[in-house]
């Protein structure tokens, strides 16, 4: 049985160009909204001069603590899922090919966004919500292998290009996704993977910063 039915089964019907174009905009700037630094900064903390110095909910988890974490966390979420699942409710409008742009758009806007001259997070936490509006239960599967190796290392990067990587996987294993999908998959883990060079640099001198238990 398809994920994704719908759009497997009708294949792309084409662009509405006005319509994918204001969404993707839309998306963007969605995307660029950075959280983590308004939500610190609500708190008196400029967390660009925290830990990593990310605006992620990693870095938050380290200057603001596991709630404020998990604010952040879902509000990026909400940036990539947002787009995403509003696209797919209106597939004679929406192909897609477009569905994959919008997500796209809003991992882009959050790792380069308009409110910081083109610096930002990392796009794990959008990646995911974009991931949850195309596919709950992979979605589900990333964040799983995410928690498992989060869990045994303590070593979030590592979760993290793991967890990103593991939606084409899945997803091609499974089959019957649609290619754009597949695509836009991953584009993201190639971006996520560009935007983590200096924590895999870091792992491979072995400096990597362990989480505390």
Same mark, same amino acid.
């Given at each position: 049985?398809?994920? *994704?039915?719908?759009?497997?089964?009708?294949?792309? %019907?084409?662009?509405?160009?006005?319509?994918?174009? &204001?969404? +993707?905009?839309?998306? @963007?700037?969605?995307?660029?909204?950075? %959280?983590?630094?308004?939500? #610190?900064?609500?708190?008196?903390?400029?967390?660009?001069?925290?830990?990593?110095?990310? &605006?992620?909910? %990693?870095? $938050?988890?380290?200057?603001?603590?596991?709630?404020?974490?998990?604010?952040?966390?879902? +509000?990026?979420?909400?940036?990539? *899922?947002?787009?995403? $699942?509003?696209?797919?409710?209106y597939p004679s409008w929406f192909s897609p090919t477009v569905v994959a742009l919008s997500g796209l758009a809003a991992i882009v806007g959050h790792m380069f966004t308009i409110f910081l001259r083109g610096h930002g997070g990392k796009g794990v936490a959008t990646s995911l919500g974009v991931a949850l509006g195309l596919s709950p239960p992979l979605a589900l599967i990333c964040f799983g292998v995410y928690a498992l190796v989060y869990a045994s290392s303590r070593l979030s990067s590592v979760g993290s290009l793991l967890g990103?990587?593991? *939606?084409?996987?899945?997803?091609? &294993?499974?089959?019957?996704?649609?290619?754009? @999908? &597949?695509?836009?998959?991953?584009? %993201? #883990?190639l971006l996520v993977t560009l935007r983590h060079r200096d924590n895999i640099r870091r792992l491979i001198r072995g400096e990597e910063r362990r989480a505390r238990r």
């Open positions: 049985m398809s994920l *994704f039915p719908s759009e497997a089964a009708r294949g792309d %019907t084409g662009l509405n160009v006005a319509p994918a174009v &204001i969404l +993707c905009v839309g998306a @963007y700037v969605l995307g660029s909204i950075p %959280t983590g630094l308004w939500v #610190a900064r609500s708190r008196g903390i400029d967390i660009r001069a925290v830990g990593s110095g990310n &605006i992620g909910a %990693t870095n $938050i988890a380290r200057g603001l603590g596991k709630s404020w974490a998990v604010v952040v966390l879902v +509000c990026d979420a909400l940036k990539g *899922f947002l787009p995403v $699942i509003v696209a797919r409710q990103i990587w593991s *939606f084409p996987v899945v997803a091609l &294993i499974r089959g019957h996704v649609a290619r754009e @999908y &597949i695509a836009l998959s991953v584009g %993201t #883990a």
